[in-house]
């Protein structure tokens, strides 16, 4: 017989709420998703106040201006939840086929469903996949894009390196993800609400677990300089990082070297 299962920690409300430093962490952020999955979209729109539908097309725009120029032909999403950074990709470029992948089933649910009600629809594929074993051959991308999906990894540099792995240079990886604000006057303001504020209104709809756990999963993201030192070390040349809304959230994009850049 097998040993049982670790316990998980909960909130008071029996909402997941994982610890980074426990063995059952990875176990439980995807539960956590699957226990948000429903309602994800509208608390997102909510908690960030409508920033949300600007960050992404934003990155979108911070890539087209840092990629070189080339056809793109096959896009990576890696995360995708309920796809929105998916099908954004898939309107922004209509010559290419999208992959979304994530390993929580009722999200990937809920992004099929709005997939169906979506012109773009057709062009993005989804798949149940963890980003740490990415199920594709090496070089088999032009594009790889994930959005707030870093600070929920067991192990970021892993992931990293597989997204790397499957880019074919010069192909371009971006990352969005929430950062600590740049501005030392907005930083406070930011951190009442984000640290405050969002847990008690994940509360009041039975999720005290996942909005406590938001903030502390700021907390153990790296800063953006280190941040941009993984992306180096995971075998990207050219790296920045492009902070939006006075540094709440960050682009990272950095740039596939060929293999004979990468020892420089
Ligand atoms: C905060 S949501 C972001 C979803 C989407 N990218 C967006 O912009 O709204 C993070 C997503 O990453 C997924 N995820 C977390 N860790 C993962 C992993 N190791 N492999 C694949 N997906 C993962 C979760 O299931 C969840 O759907």
């Known amino acids: 017989m097998s040993a049982p299962a670790a316990p998980s920690r909960r909130a008071p409300d029996g909402s997941p709420y994982p610890d980074r430093t426990t063995p059952t962490f990875e176990r439980d ?4 998703f699957g226990h948000i999955a429903e309602r994800y979209d509208w608390f997102d729109h ?3 106040m409508g920033n949300d539908f600007l960050w992404r097309p934003r990155a979108l725009g911070q890539l087209d201006r840092f990629r070189r120029p080339g056809p793109v032909r096959r896009i990576l999403d890696v995360g995708c939840g309920t796809g929105d950074l998916a099908r954004l990709a898939a309107r922004r470029y209509p010559a290419a ?3 979304g992948v994530d390993f929580t ?6 992004a099929l469903r709005r997939g169906r009600h979506a012109a773009e629809g ?3 594929g989804l798949a149940r996949a ?3 074993h990415l199920p594709f051959a090496d070089a088999s991308f032009d594009l790889v894009t994930n959005a707030f999906l870093a600070r929920n990894l067991s192990d970021l540099s892993r992931a990293l390196a597989e997204m790397r792995r499957v880019l074919r240079p010069p192909g371009v990886l971006v990352t969005l993800e929430i950062t600590e604000p740049t501005s030392p006057v907005f930083g406070p303001i930011f951190h009442a609400y984000f640290d405050q504020v969002v847990p008690m209104m994940g509360a009041a709809v039975a999720s005290e677990g996942p909005y406590r756990y938001l903030p502390e999963s700021l907390r153990s993201l790296p800063s ?5 030192g993984l992306l180096r070390n995971a075998g990207f040349g050219r790296v920045v990082a492009r902070p939006q809304s006075f540094g709440i959230v960050t682009t990272y994009l950095a740039e596939a070297g060929a293999a004979s850049d990468q020892s420089r």
């Open 46 to 48: 909510v908690a960030s």
């Open 29 to 32: 952020v995807r539960q956590m």
């Open 122 to 124: 057709r062009r993005v």
């Open 105 to 110: 089933g009722p999200m990937l649910a809920n």
């Open 97 to 99: 086929r999208v992959v």
């Open 130 to 132: 963890t980003a740490l």
């Open 224 to 228: 953006r300089s280190a941040f941009v």
